[in-house]
């Protein structure tokens, strides 16, 4: 007999979200090898800067060789340490975090836990703010693996704040309540919202108005607010990124309640596009929580030498700034190539700012409004003509049908370019069975009314030969 948990079906891996990756994984493609497999655009990874990391690695060989001063840090490195986490690489880490928020905000070293990536980020802090049972409000659309991350082993609970593509799935006030009214009919105790600014799969930025409306939401029902924030960095055009730090710093919070009652999210996964190195982190002025999930962080550590390897990449100030002004570069060229070849198909995208993808409007390629025609179509795109893994906006908990996100930044430009290709010869297909199918249509109603006209001449008399 195993656990509950073990035998547990929550984690959301029957998701169209996960089962797009499986496609994938069964038949990949290649250029050479397998050039009509399938084009991976469901993966939020960022591999546009690789080239500038590597030609640091090479001019800093020592770094990777862990030598310093002329001697080895290796043993150093090697014997255990502790769930602190090294202090020269907390410490580049908040600069960092305080670059790409344009030093609007400061962090404090000492207010940081280091987890190892955003996921344990993230579940950790679920344990530190709910007890199973109770929940956090999100807004929708929103990442399909919170529902792992959030739910799956915290046993917390999810209530979704609906946002709608007529105001660019904005958060409204009245949305805010409307969740929080559903929480409480169904029973649950509301221990905070749960926010991604940059949003995934959105790829847009929270206004200032939002992050005031949210700020006086929560301390109107006293609770939590934990900002995701690990897209930060990949703010590529305007309006400029707003850390909800920098809101309530802006609206003079820092000795009230709420100033203990704000969490934020981080990694470097997105922003230096490092994702295998699982380096996320939790950062909060709240000491009790910081506490707790600074114990709770020795589940899941990040090793020395990654942080000895990334302290030494952060504390090259020159180097960072040229890397977050080309990648920010980088992103936005790729999205224009992304948006230009939809466009060519008739296929429009939500203005995004941000992130590694679009948020894509493809509700009149569905067959009716509703959840099984998305699931036809995204079907369709996957498997049977197209060949492309995009996440359908239903795994996102979109509350419209007709929306996916496509990612444009791990795969080559050659590549995006058969992609937008596939999807343009897609959608020339479609509509020539659509004009075939409207002039069958036309032709059997013509055919109805001709014969309808014979037969009132017929018996009216008219039409009558007579032998």
């Known amino acids: 007999m195993l656990s509950k948990m073990a035998m547990c ?22 250029p050479i090898q397998n050039p009509s497999g399938i084009i991976q655009m469901g993966l939020a990874e960022n591999q546009l800067s690789f080239d500038l990391l590597e030609s640091w690695l090479t001019r800093n060989q020592d770094v990777i060789q862990f030598r310093e001063n002329g001697g080895s840090m290796f043993r150093d490195l090697a014997l255990f340490q502790d769930y602190h986490g090294l202090q020269a690489f907390k410490n580049v880490l908040v600069s960092f975090m305080g670059e790409i928020r344009r030093r609007k905000v400061k962090f404090d070293p000492e207010k940081l836990v280091l987890t190892a990536g955003s996921t344990s980020a993230n579940e950790t802090l679920i344990f530190c703010l709910a007890e199973p049972g109770e929940a956090l409000l999100l807004p929708t659309p929103y990442y399909p693996g919170f529902d792992r991350d959030l739910k ?218 509703t959840f099984e025609a998305e699931m036809e179509l995204w079907r369709k795109i996957l498997l049977s003509d197209v060949g492309l893994n995009v996440s359908p906006g239903s795994s996102c908990h979109c509350s419209e049908p007709g929306w996916f996100r496509i990612c444009f930044a791990n795969i080559a430009e050659e590549t995006l370019d058969l992609a937008m290709q596939r999807i343009n010869d897609f959608v020339s297909s479609m509509n020539l069975q659509r004009r075939q199918l409207i002039a069958a249509a036309s032709a059997s109603s013509s055919r109805r009314r001709t014969l309808a006209n014979w037969v009132v001449k017929l018996s009216s008399g008219e039409g009558k030969t007579y032998r």
Not at 9 to 30: L, V
Not at 316 to 331: A, H, P, Q
């Open 9 to 30: 079906k929550s984690h959301g891996q029957d998701s169209s979200y996960f089962i797009g990756w499986q496609e994938y994984e069964k038949n990949p493609y290649h």
């Open 152 to 369: 799956w082993r915290t046993g917390a609970e999810i209530v979704p704040i609906h946002c709608y593509s007529s105001n660019n799935f904005r958060i409204t006030e009245s949305a805010l309540e409307d969740a929080y009214e559903e929480a409480q009919r169904l029973n649950l105790r509301v221990k905070g919202v749960f926010i991604t600014n940059p949003s995934n799969p959105l790829g847009t930025t929270m206004s200032r108005d939002e992050l005031n409306n949210l700020i006086t939401f929560a301390m109107a029902k006293n609770i939590h607010i934990v900002s995701d924030e690990i897209y930060a960095g990949t703010v590529f055009d305007s309006p400029k990124f707003i850390s909800i730090m920098e809101a309530l710093i802006d609206r003079k919070h820092e000795k009230s309640k709420m100033w203990s009652q704000v969490h934020i999210v981080s990694s470097l996964s997105k922003d230096l596009g490092l994702p295998g190195f699982r380096i996320g982190m939790i950062y909060s002025n709240n000491e009790t929580l910081i506490a707790a999930a600074t114990k709770m962080s020795s589940f899941g550590l990040i090793s020395s030498q990654t942080q000895y390897l990334l302290s030494k990449i952060l504390g090259d100030k020159k180097f960072i700034k040229r890397y977050i002004k080309e990648n920010k570069k980088g992103l936005k060229k790729r999205r224009e190539m992304l948006v230009s070849g939809l466009e060519n198909s008739g296929i429009e995208c939500l203005k995004s700012n941000a992130g590694l993808f679009c948020f894509v409007d493809m509700r009149h390629l569905l067959n009716s409004n």
